[in-house]
């Protein structure tokens, strides 16, 4: 069965179609089957094996053309971070005005990499370096390079579709202080002066939690935060913005003031804190990461660890949406 019309013409953000679209749906029948044989999309069905061949013939159309979606999204991504592609190296075989594998891997991993969408933890992980994901980038490679020289040119951009762009908007801000200043919010202020400057502060449990908010806050009531009455594990972060408080994290900071740091826990769910959204704030994320108190979170496949450490803030984009520079 064929892409109908009607879902390229979609896909591309358009309502008419042009002269090239024929071409191109031809095209991603003769792709169609090698993305249905992938183990990686076997079982996921028609929906999903339909959009990653749109996502790779939308690439080949905009790398033809040198316009559209793959071209907004590869512009964002150099404005952020000053390379071209996540995970995959640019070297001299990289040509920017021609197909290249590393782009149609990246491709490929987007749509295999899922952002949560109903639970905070239904996130989907893909590892980058999969050996199924390079047979089919091969594969998918190879049909593109054999058709690139009659492939029409579309003046007609397609609309942003690579999953990610959205996220590349986002502008970076500086991280909030962790220095006392001068009105700076009070409750800041006395964890600053109660740990000796240092902004984390660690809690076992919710009784050693609210303790602190009585006696060293000056918090009244017994009711303090009852939500988290079941939650263990906490790290509280005092800045200039105030105090975040985040739950079931701290065994992932290798901080010599946390008595709770497990390595081991810090290995293996380490990388849970870039991408489930509301587990960690981001700037708690931020300050762990360049403090080096993340230094032990890793994606639990091959070469996870440098995956994540030299990628971690557009992960964090990908996998956290609006919770990614959230207040």
Not at 107 to 112: A, E, G, I, P
Not at 115 to 126: F, I, K, V
Not at 232 to 239: D, G, H, I, Q, T
Request: aromatic content about 12%.
């Amino acid at each position: 069965m064929n892409i109908p019309l009607h879902k390229w013409l979609q896909a591309n953000g358009r309502r008419q179609a042009v002269p090239g679209d024929k071409w191109y749906l031809d095209f991603a029948a003769n792709l169609l089957p090698a993305v249905r044989r992938c183990p990686l999309f076997k079982n996921s069905g028609n929906e999903a094996q339909e959009q990653a061949t749109l996502a790779l013939t939308l690439y080949f159309q905009d790398a033809i053309s040198q316009n559209g979606g793959w071209n907004t999204f590869v512009r964002l991504y150099r404005e952020r971070y000053g390379n071209l592609l996540p995970f995959y190296h640019t070297g001299e075989n990289y040509t920017e005005d021609e197909i290249n594998l590393e782009d149609v891997a990246l491709v490929l991993w987007t749509q295999l990499a899922r952002p949560a969408l109903r639970h905070p933890g239904d996130y989907t992980l893909c590892n980058p370096e999969d050996e199924q994901l390079a047979a089919l980038c091969g594969v998918a490679y190879d049909l593109m390079d054999v058709a690139f020289e009659e492939a029409p040119v579309s003046e007609t951009p397609s609309a942003p579709w690579m999953k990610g762009t959205k996220e590349l908007h986002t502008l970076p801000t500086p991280p909030p202080d962790i220095l006392p200043t001068p009105g700076m919010n009070e409750n800041a202020r006395r964890c600053l002066e109660h740990s000796g400057g240092h902004p984390l502060i660690y809690f076992a449990d919710y009784d050693e939690l609210t303790h602190f908010f009585a006696q060293t806050l000056g918090w009244e009531g017994r009711n303090i935060l009852p939500d988290l009455a079941k939650e263990r594990e906490f790290v509280l972060f005092a800045n200039t913005k105030g105090i975040l408080l985040a739950h079931n994290v701290a065994a992932c900071f290798r901080d010599s003031h946390n008595p709770m740091f497990d390595e081991e826990r810090a290995t293996t769910e380490g990388y849970r804190l870039f991408c489930q959204p509301g587990l960690c704030p981001f700037d708690l994320l931020r300050f762990g990461m360049q403090a080096g108190f993340l230094a032990d979170a890793r994606f639990p496949f091959h070469h996870g660890k440098t995956i994540l450490q030299d990628n971690w803030d557009f992960v964090a984009r990908y996998y956290l949406g609006e919770y990614y520079e959230g207040d």
